[in-house]
């Protein structure tokens, strides 16, 4: 396994599991063979509706709660709820987290930042982020926070790199967790010439070339997966490394073009969807 150094002296793993849509039978599953296979790096959320599955996972796994980085999001709607950290914990039955986002740029996010930041200074949460958020507001935060945020997370992969967002990042010691990975199951980004012929020449799959190239690029990866087999595989990837040439024709893959084209204008509906999340199994 390789880390990340947070801005804060912290480190996480690069390398983890990430279980948006799975629900919660399939969460408890996947994380718990995860957790078998040696991941230690789980990525949640309150709207994904399986933080209690995930907890349960972790119990069930006999693995040192200190020795994995446990992630979750709080979700716009309790943006402004006093309860809204010591809820999540209870559903994930630990007393802190390693990793809490804002989900999404909605709602009264500055209130949910400074509850976040409370939640940082009383030891319930070990480090902040913000996920899916414009550079314009990530830049007011990085300026006028008492706690500077630590990672963000965003849409990444061969096809939009987020080379603009990476400067900024460089200039904090932020970092960047990449959700769609591997392009959101798009065979053609999976599937171009440059990965097949790199799995070839190191005995790895394409996913896994791609996986490889996100831990070379700085970026940590969450990819999702109810498949044990494909859980393991993308774990296998600290055996080899791509070289410089290798690096050069990927970038040459980089088409600046994105899956998830909401604006801020569309993100607001998010906090106005309300969702019991301690109702979850």
Partial sequence: MEYFTLNNGNRMPMNGIGVFLLKPAETETSVLSALTDGIRLIDTANAYMNEKAVGRAIAKSGVKREEIFLVTKLWPTVYEDENAVDETLARLGTDYVDLLFLHQPAGNWRAGYRLMEKAYKEGKV?????????????????????????????????????????KLLAETGMGLMAWYPLGHGDKNLVNEPVFTKLAEKYGKTNAQIILRWHIQSGNVVIPGSKNPAHIRDNLNIFDFALTDEDMAEIAAVDKNVRY??????????????????????
């Fill in 126 to 166: 070990r480090a902040l982020g913000v996920s899916n958020f414009p550079e314009e507001w990530l830049k007011e935060l990085i300026e006028t926070a008492e706690v500077k945020p630590q990672m963000v997370q965003v849409e990444a992969h061969p096809y939009y790199p987020q080379t603009q967002l990476k």
């Fill in 260 to 281: 998830y084209n909401a604006t801020i204008e569309d993100a607001q509906k998010y906090a106005h969807m309300n969702m019991d999340f301690n109702s979850q199994e």
